[in-house]
Each structure stands twice: as C-alpha cells, then as structure tokens.
C-alpha cells in the first residue's frame, strides 16, 4: 500500500509530467524536473505507488511558493497574494488557475506585483468611471437638445394644425430616440451606483 511520502513524490512527478507535456508549471522547481528528466522517466515516476526512494532528491526542493491572484472589485493588494503547496497547487486555496497572474518563490516579491496590478486595475477602474461620467453628461446633454426639437414642432402645430402631419412624425421620431436615450442613461448611471456602493462598503470596513 502506498504511504503518504509515495504519494507525495508521485504527485511531484506528475506535475513535472504535466509541465514536460506543456502545461504551465507551477513552481520554477517543478520546471527544473521536467527539464531534467525525460517524459518516459517522469511518467514511470507518477505512476508508481511503491518504493520510498524513488524521487527522493527531489522531494526535499519543492517548497511553497506564492501565487498572485488577478486584481478583482473590492479586494485589497494583500488579499491577491496566496501562500500554495506546489503539491497541491492552487486548487488548495480555493483559487482557479484561470484567476492567477503569476507565482514568486518569495512572498515580498509576490506582494510587490500584488500592488501594481492592484494599482493599475484601480487606475483603470477610475477611468472607466470618468468615462461614464462624460458619456452621462454628452447623453444629457443630447436629451434637452431632442426635448427642445420636440416643444419646438408642438408649437408650429399650435401655429399651423393644417401642416400638422410633418411635425407629429417629427415629433414621434423625436420621442423614440429620447426613449432610447433615456434607457441608456439609466443603464451607465445604475452601474455607477453600483460601484460607489461597493466603494463605499470598502471604505466603510477600512474604518472600522
């Protein structure tokens, strides 16, 4: 029966295998193993489940790395950097591979990419926002032109019912695209609420 130590070395080589056949690896150790041994070699290794000895030079260089998570809303730089045993990858931590940036094998290092990503993402983020802020402002601004348009050919019906008919398709023409206006409009600013909301929360909890 295989102890712990075997299947401990056996998932070290199969991780090594899997960074041989061209996954990512997940620590520059691991990848230091798969150059060094043969597809061949490292599968035999992955499969076995007896024989203390087998990889036993290995088993003492893989240590935890750090792993740094994408940038995400509400989180804190600190929050992005996850200690992980290579043996268990980041599965272990609850973080999907796809959510990684990069792994560092020391933690200050990690940390330090954990605070420019943070930085540019929230960069970004403020952009955006200045962005919707002009969209919101052209769109309002758009908005009374079109309302102005409208009380202009409601007054020529008032002066002239008989040439009625070109003004009220005017006029419903007018009203469409205020509608669709208004609709747009509604959908920037409910998402920009909802962002100074969950701004808000944060800096709510760094009071505290």
Do not use: W
């Not at 030079?57 to 893989?62: L, S």
């Not at 990858?89 to 560092?104: D, F, K, S």
């Amino acid at each position: 029966m295989p102890t712990k130590d075997n299947e401990s070395q056996r998932k070290l080589f199969g991780a090594a295998l899997a960074a041989k056949r061209g996954n990512k690896p997940i620590s520059k150790k691991v990848a230091d193993i798969a150059a060094s041994t043969s597809e061949k070699e490292l599968s035999k290794m992955a499969s076995k489940n007896e024989g203390a000895d087998v990889g036993q030079e290995f088993d003492n260089q893989v240590g935890d790395y750090y792993a740094v998570q994408r940038p995400y809303d509400g989180c804190e730089p600190g929050k992005l950097v996850h200690k992980v045993n290579p043996l268990q990858g980041v599965q272990g931590i609850g973080v999907e591979p796809v959510q990684i940036y990069g792994a560092y094998t020391e933690e200050k290092m990690a940390m330090t990419m954990a605070e420019k990503l943070h930085k540019d993402f929230t960069n970004k983020a403020m952009m955006l926002e200045k962005k919707k802020a002009e969209v919101i402002e052209r769109i309002k601004e758009t908005i009374d032109e079109l309302e102005a348009q409208r009380s202009e050919n409601i007054a020529l019906i008032k002066e002239n019912p008989k040439e009625s008919g070109a003004h009220k398709d005017k006029i419903a023409h007018l009203a469409t695209k205020i509608d669709d206006l208004m609709t747009k409009l509604e959908k920037i600013e409910s998402s920009k609420k909802e962002i100074e909301k969950k701004e808000d929360k944060k800096q709510n909890k760094n009071k505290k």
